[in-house]
């Protein structure tokens, strides 16, 4: 069974510093998609980075960066220069390749200080 | 980017009514919609998925007979919280997939959710 795992219930980081946000996983297929999430207090869901198993290089969104180790089943979501914007839940998922489910972490509560 | 609709976004009902929310596609076609609950400081835990034109596909634990999912058109689809009781009330979020994209097996959207409260 896949299995998403973000042990990080809350961070904190400085306005302007850099911060990685911890997810591991766990799945027998052999291709499939890793993305991260953002959702503000407003409840909705905004898409921030996707990397597939395959890719070799880590994925970069402007400021958002996922470091891929895939061997060791993980894909850390690094934000750089972190703005007082940033704080807001923040949830791991991985899709099958078939693309007919995504399940989620139980999400890090990120928040900036000024 | 796609765009999806939930509404209404927000819904309070007494014990015993039924709701339907509903989740629309605004740009694309989709075949396949998703819903997800969320309570609380919790993360999103995915009730069914349902494809246009066939019946929904549910989760372990989630009762069909209460969660009632129609799928009736590429561009909507609607859930139906029967009976609605005061643990019921969650956040429900729907999400739609675009056959193509880049992401692994298409692109999901997500609504903006529905908060949905019980007396």
């Known amino acids: 069974a896949q299995k998403i795992t973000q042990t990080q219930p809350g961070m904190f980081v400085q306005e302007k510093e850099a911060v990685t946000l911890d997810c591991t996983y766990d799945t027998s297929d052999q291709s499939y998609g890793l993305f991260w999430y953002k959702q503000p207090s407003s409840g909705e869901m905004i898409f921030l980075i996707y990397?597939?198993?395959?890719?070799?290089q880590n994925a970069t969104e402007g400021r958002y960066s996922l470091n891929f180790q895939k061997a060791r089943k993980s894909a850390n979501l690094v934000i750089s220069a972190s703005q007082l914007g940033d704080s807001a839940m923040y949830f791991c998922?991985?899709?099958?390749?078939?693309?007919?489910?995504?399940?989620f972490g139980a999400g890090t509560r990120l928040f900036v200080k000024a | 980017g796609a765009v999806v609709s939930q509404h209404p976004s927000r819904v309070i009902c007494k014990s015993g009514t039924s709701v339907k929310i509903e989740c629309r596609s605004l740009?694309?076609?989709?075949?396949?919609m998703f819903w997800y609950r969320q309570f609380p400081k919790q993360s999103l835990m995915l009730m069914a998925t349902s494809n246009e034109g066939s019946k929904a596909t549910y989760e372990q634990g989630v009762e069909k007979d209460k969660f009632l999912i129609n799928h009736a058109s590429l561009t909507l689809s609607t859930l139906t919280v029967t009976s609605a009781h005061p643990e019921d009330s969650s956040f429900y979020i729907c999400?739609?997939?675009?056959?193509?994209?880049?992401?692994?097996?298409?692109?999901?959207?997500f609504g903006p959710g529905t908060r949905l409260t019980v007396l």
């Open positions: 740009d694309f076609q989709a075949t396949t």
């Open positions: 998922a991985m899709r099958d390749t078939g693309g007919f489910k995504t399940i």
């Open positions: 990397q597939g198993s395959y890719d070799e």
């Open positions: 999400s739609a997939r675009m056959v193509s994209g880049t992401s692994g097996g298409g692109e999901q959207f």
